[in-house]
């Protein structure tokens, strides 16, 4: 096969571009500290290892170290070829340090020392030596490593090799390798340059020297070849890696890199072929986590209109993992055990041996995030019902359709502002949802200009809440209250002891709220806790309710002394068994859902759902139909051709109008251009509230 440099030099120019420092850093600006090696990019395609890294910058920022560690190990261990492995190392090290988790940092810092790389970071590993050794401040910054700029001249088809360090390295081990030919010393010589190329040059040297004429000519040329696929491969760049490695084994056919470069081509094709009319599905359909997916799993099918029988059989403990239906679409379904490990590697299963045009799921946060990164990195669509935090930031072929607790909490504070609240108290149980939901709101009321300044958590299992209501009330700091104060000397002065002490109960239980610092009470929590919560709130003389006859008892009780506050909620509490309980005593009540408004058009469906499921559908299952009633469409009619890219291309314009909801679309980044919705509590039902909807 004839090999063309110039052709080839085409395919390098991504490659090229990502390594290639920007004008800023070539007239002698530093590169960024957070990113000791690579400058600043130029590249229109980011990698996957760098949305890994730029994730882990967030999750560092915001003091979220169990989401940082697990962005880093990623970049480690799945992406060692990547020049930003090497920051990564780094971070992990600072991060366990900064987690007070010693044991931990020094342990990444002898992993690190290990790296082949390590030497060019003396520096740096030396203040860290000083700093777990305490002989460093912990306030000082760790000292970064600057890489030489290259020039205009790296894209030339000419470029001669200009000889850094490095560069004089590679010609030395290749003028080592040819006087050694045909002696004993030629496979160790062979061996250096080889291990020279693969763990030694940086990204800019190796742009450098693969865009040389003379480098690639050079007896190192086919290594370097095989680590451009490589990282072609992990940039998920797979048609470039393909066309690389097809060069490269048409240059060198009894090259020492041929059989690995062909193992990489055989699975870069395998995930690039398509089957267009093949959908995976993974859900958890066995485990604690069955009933969900099974929910799920039934709009899905009824979506792409399977038969009445077939769902019925889905409700049994044995389901189908194909479905071939009559408009030639294929649906293959997957259970996740809810088990991570197991979802990432259905997605492989699917992608290489299936070649399935989308994934539909997960639903659970771990599973869909680990599903996620891998299908990001194999470069197929995959569409998620998790309400997980910012899934379908982890790259473009990711798409959340869900709306998650800061776009819900969002909403709701921009509810409670449009009707003049700015201060808020927070009543939150010690569980995931209630923390999660807690940290989301208190972003939301920073970032709409509001000012949480009441802030008091409970147990996850409590059912009493005297205690917290006094707190919310100003209660458990009676000492500054006039009218306790007044009570108490009226108490005293009843002489008999057994009266002084009736009488000062009496005060401390029937003292009116102190001056409330708030005008909304947010409580994240279920329906029936909410439902134990608002009678100790009301005990304590707070009035949450704008029932007419409430307010107006309220006022005769204290004579005008009352504050009217605001109850917030998010959608667990959406359950008649809430407004059959207390629902008068939280009139005007608000809560955020993220349920959809079914249309007329969607009414059969829903029924069939009902009849099967026995249960109204949730948000989830109104997503999952939708969709997949909009993929019968579009895949039935082969509207995305044999493309994965062309897919991606129509779930970023498209409106999904053909199921039960009124609309569905994605936005730029793959989540929801849809809003939650707002429902107010009326006298015994709930209501949308069209004011706080937009």
């Known amino acids: 096969m004839f090999f063309d440099n110039a052709s080839f030099l085409n395919i390098l120019r991504p490659f090229i571009l990502m390594f290639v420092v920007s004008t800023g850093c070539a007239t002698g ?45 990623t970049l480690a261990f799945d992406y060692a070829d990547s ?18 988790r010693l044991p931990e940092s020094r342990s990444w810092l002898k992993e690190l020392k290990t790296q082949p790389w390590s030497s060019r970071y003396a520096d ?40 850094t360090a490095l560069g004089q390295r590679y010609i030395t081990l290749c003028e080592a390798v040819r006087q050694a030919v045909g002696h004993a010393a030629e496979g160790e010589a062979r061996q250096q340059l080889s291990d020279f190329i693969d763990k030694e ?70 995930q690039t072929k398509v089957s267009a009319q093949t959908i995976g599905i993974i859900l958890p359909l066995s485990g604690q986590f069955k009933s969900y997916g099974q929910r799920v799993l039934a709009s899905i099918l009824i979506g792409f209109g399977v038969r009445d029988d077939v769902l019925i059989e889905e409700l049994s403990d044995k389901h189908r993992q194909r479905y071939a239906l009559p408009n030639g679409l294929t649906l293959l379904v997957r259970d996740t055990k809810a088990d991570p490990i197991a979802a990432e590697s259905l997605v492989i299963q699917l992608v290489e041996q299936e070649h399935v045009t989308v994934i539909l799921g997960d639903i659970l946060r771990e599973t869909a995030q680990a599903a996620a990164r891998r299908a990001e990195m194999l470069g197929v669509p995959m569409i998620t019902f998790s309400r997980g935090e910012a899934l379908s930031k982890i790259g473009p072929w990711i798409f959340q359709a869900s709306f ?29 949802y209630g923390l999660e939901h807690t940290k989301a709101f208190e972003s939301a009321v920073s970032t709409n200009d509001g ?93 949450v309710s704008n029932d007419p006859a409430i307010v107006q008892a309220y006022r005769d009780t204290t ?50 759902y009902m009849t099967h499921m026995n ?64 429902f107010g509590v009326g006298r015994h039902e709930f209501y949308l509230n069209k004011e706080g909807t937009s």
Request: aromatic letters at 8%.
């Open 29 to 73: 600006a530093k590169a960024p500290p957070s990113l000791v090696h690579l400058g600043t990019l130029s590249s229109d395609r980011e990698t996957e290892a760098e949305r890994q890294y730029r994730e882990a910058e967030k999750a560092y920022a915001s003091k979220d170290y169990v989401a940082t560690r697990q962005y880093l190990k």
């Open 615 to 678: 249960n109204e559908p949730d948000a989830m299952a109104f997503f999952a139909h939708d969709i997949s009633a909009w993929l019968k469409e579009l895949l039935g009619k082969g509207g995305s051709g044999n493309s994965r890219e062309l897919l991606l291309k129509a779930l970023r314009q498209d409106e999904f109008q053909s199921g039960w909801s009124e609309r569905i679309q994605f936005d730029t980044e793959g989540g929801l251009i849809n809003r939650p919705l707002i």
């Open 83 to 100: 020049p930003y492995a090497h920051e990564a190392y780094f971070m992990l090290v600072q991060v366990e340090f900064d987690d007070d």
């Open 201 to 270: 040059l940086t990204g800019q040297e190796l742009a450098r020297l693969a865009a040389s004429t003379e480098a690639l000519s050079e007896l190192g040329g086919e290594d370097i070849m095989y680590k451009v696929v490589r990282l072609y491969k992990h940039m998920g760049d797979r048609k470039r890696a393909i066309e690389t490695g097809r060069i490269l084994i048409g240059r060198y056919p009894q090259g020492r890199w041929k059989q690995d470069t062909n193992n990489i081509l055989i699975q870069l094709e395998a």
């Open 451 to 543: 000012v949480v300044t009441f802030k008091k958590s409970y147990a996850y299992d409590q059912t009493t809440f005297t205690v917290e209501a006094r707190a919310l009330a100003g209660k458990d700091a009676l000492a500054g209250n006039p009218w306790y104060q007044n009570c108490m000397r009226q108490a005293r002065s009843l002489g008999a002891s057994h009266l002084i002490k009736s009488a000062k109960e009496k005060c401390r239980k029937n003292a009116p709220p102190g001056d409330l610092d708030y005008d909304a009470i947010f409580i994240p929590d279920t329906y029936k806790r909410v439902s134990y919560i608002v009678p100790a709130l009301v005990a304590e003389d707070l009035l």
């Open 124 to 163: 740096r590993i030396d203040f860290y030596d000083k700093l777990l050794a305490g002989e460093a401040a912990v306030d000082q910054k760790p000292p970064s490593f600057e890489e030489p700029a290259i020039d205009d001249n790296t894209t030339s088809t000419t470029a001669s090799l200009e000889l």
């Open 404 to 432: 998650t607790a800061e776009q819900m909490m969002n909403t709701l504070v921009q509810a409670a502002m449009a009707k003049g609240h700015q201060k808020f108290a927070i009543l939150y149980p010690e569980h995931d």
């Open 559 to 608: 004579k005008g002394r009352v504050k009217q506050l605001q109850l917030l909620g998010g959608h667990l509490w959406h359950n008649d068994d809430l407004t059959r309980r207390v629902g008068r005593q939280i009139r005007g009540a608000l809560l955020v859902d993220d349920m959809m408004v079914p249309n007329d058009d969607g009414e059969a469906g829903l029924k069939l």
